[in-house]
């Protein structure tokens, strides 16, 4: 009996010490993506004019990395904000964690290599070499192409320099542990050439990080067969939950009966001279989708994206698209 007790005791044991080892590893060897390159981005006016249009109106970097002014429909920026950082992404919109936007700015970047802001953009890891939550979606820019992450980098080199100190981002219990674990080395693509209207479509989805709120998810996880069938939930600064839609092809609860047409004026009316976007009041439906900046992308990158998703998996599911609190 005895014996028996003391192999019990020395299983445990092992059990322990294997399970400190473990956490120490993922908390103090991890991420491992390697050094940052020595890289010196090319600062010429079509690598920063490329990377103005990609920061803006596709990846849409100056959304989280900016204020919007919520008093208004879509939260439009306030111009003078962009870049500064400070956004929160904490709890009470379900993080598991309170995560901060960076200032991009060259007030927030300046001693910032190019290579140390391509690792983080691209691999998920800080100059410091610490681990960046996945808000920022690096596990989809790592599989851009290299050339688009260099001009995006070159247009930030040019913004106006705005000096707001960022709280640093913290964890709970276990992402502190598991958010090691999620960068990754970067797998760097080429741009599909523009003819084949689908793959292009594919990289710009790719680019905007469409997948990310058009998918819902259970417990931080994509449900599975659920892929761009919306009701992914965002509480609203505002008041009330507002669901993302459904941009799968299903006829009658996504955008399989839409034609081209309306995808591109669901997207062009918000560059109208004529738009002004309406005063929101507290409670009252607004919406996370950054319309003011993904309407300025150009019409055929909208027309290549609306031809992909023509082509991903139709589920049916039927969104909710406002729920008052």
Not at 180 to 202: C, E, F, L
């Amino acid at each position: 009996m005895k014996r028996a007790r003391m192999i019990i005791v020395i299983a445990l044991l092992a059990i322990i010490v294997a399970t400190i080892a473990l956490l120490a590893y993922v908390r103090f060897e991890l991420p491992n993506v390697g050094h940052p390159e020595n890289l010196k981005v090319v600062m010429n006016s079509q690598n920063i004019e490329r990377g103005k249009y990609l920061a803006n109106s596709v990846c849409v970097c100056v959304d989280c990395h900016s204020k919007r002014d919520w008093s208004l429909f879509a939260g439009p920026l306030l111009v003078n904000t962009v870049g500064q950082g400070g956004e929160e992404f904490s709890q009470k919109f379900g993080f598991p964690g309170k995560y901060y936007a960076k200032n991009i700015t060259p007030y927030g970047l300046h001693d910032w290599t190019d290579g140390e802001v391509l690792r983080a953009i691209s691999c998920g890891v800080s100059k410091k070499g610490n681990p960046l939550f996945p808000v920022m979606p690096y596990l989809d820019y790592g599989i851009l192409d290299k050339n688009d992450l260099c001009d995006i980098i070159a247009f930030v080199r040019t913004l106006s320099s705005v000096e707001n100190n960022i709280p640093e981002s913290v964890s709970d219990f276990p992402m502190n542990f598991i958010i090691h674990t999620i960068p990754q080395k970067a797998k760097y693509s080429n741009i599909p050439d523009k003819t084949n209207r689908v793959a292009y479509g594919g990289y710009l989805f790719t680019a905007a990080s469409c997948a990310d709120c058009h998918t819902p998810q259970k417990k931080g996880q994509p449900i599975q067969g659920m892929d761009l069938a919306g009701g992914f939930q965002f509480p609203l600064v505002t008041g009330g939950i507002v669901n993302s839609a459904n941009i799968t092809p299903d006829i009658e609860t996504g955008i399989g009966a839409w034609p081209e047409e309306a995808f591109l004026i669901r997207f062009q009316a918000y560059t109208d001279p004529k738009y002004k976007p309406a005063s929101i009041s507290p409670g009252a439906f607004n919406t996370y989708m950054p319309w003011t900046m993904f309407s300025t992308m150009q019409a055929d990158d909208l027309k290549a994206i609306f031809a992909y998703l023509k082509t991903v998996k139709p589920v049916k599911n039927k969104v909710i698209k406002f729920i008052p609190e």
